[in-house]
């Protein structure tokens, strides 16, 4: 049986206390109105323990993106949660800043930062804000990534474009397929229609003529206990289903086309 391989992913955007009380009230309507009542309001934007409780139900795992430089506050502040996230065999990744990709010693800076507090290599990389150029891939190949995921070619809807890998100056391109943001702005899908989105999206993908075929996921951390975001566990469920399907950590991905 041909597999499905889908590359699970989270970035994390915000830094650790998250966005102003201001900010989130702003936004309560994104959220169910109980949760207001029992989670204190910077814990809404925080969900490592949620999301690895989630996918170990599964048992898969997936990558996380941190900054190196985050708004308000210090990425070390992360330390505790990467070095949780490493114990329990989790992916950590950079999510560079689109300020340090036109110069390799800003990224590699970047990437020394928070291979400091992981006490673990970095192979993946996703630019904030899906940054990128044609230059990037070179400078990540010269700084020993082995993948990065900073392109969409739509983001008004789901295309075979954004399914599959590509290989560019040693580095192998993971495009993303889905997004959490882009599902529920442009293309304004309600959150009863994510299964079936997602179906279809894995129906595309069974048709891809490619050694590898690949749905990449990113479902940004701040996300999960948000309306639309809550329906992380639903899509894993139902993915869990499918014999075809096989679910990875980035850096697990690469490996297995670079071995192929
Ligand atoms: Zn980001």
Redesign the pocket.
């Known amino acids: 049986m041909e597999k499905q391989h889908i590359f699970l992913s989270h970035?994390?955007?915000w830094s650790f206390e998250g966005p102003s009380d201001e900010h989130i009230l702003k936004r309560k309507d994104r959220f169910a109105e109980k949760l207001f009542d029992n989670i204190s309001i910077n814990k809404l934007y925080r969900n490592f323990s949620e999301y690895m409780e989630i996918e170990e139900k599964y048992n898969v795992k997936s990558t996380f993106?941190f900054?190196t430089k985050y708004e308000n506050g210090n990425y070390e502040d992360y330390e505790d949660d990467i070095k949780n996230l490493i114990k329990g065999d989790w992916e950590i990744g950079l999510?560079t800043d689109p300020s340090s990709i036109d110069d390799i010693e800003k990224i590699k800076k970047e990437k020394r930062n928070l291979e400091k507090i992981a006490n673990t290599k970095i192979y993946g990389n996703?630019?904030?804000?899906?940054s990128n150029n044609k230059h990037l891939p070179k400078k990540l190949s010269e700084l020993d990534f082995v993948y990065d995921s900073s392109n969409k070619k739509s983001k008004h809807n789901i295309t075979k474009n954004d399914m599959g890998f590509s290989q560019i100056d040693k580095i192998i391109e993971f495009p993303v397929t889905i997004m959490d943001a882009y599902l529920f702005s442009y293309m304004n899908i309600r959150e009863d229609k994510i299964i079936s989105i997602v179906k279809e999206t894995l129906n595309s993908c069974r048709q891809l003529n490619s050694d590898f075929k690949i749905i990449s996921i990113l479902w940004?951390d701040n996300v999960l206990k948000m309306k639309g975001g809550r329906m992380y566990p639903k899509i894993l469920e139902f993915l869990s289903t499918q014999d075809d399907v096989i679910m990875h950590k980035g850096i697990e991905l690469a490996n297995e086309i670079k071995n192929n």
């Open positions: 970035d994390v955007d993106f900054r999510h996703r630019v904030h804000y899906l940004h």
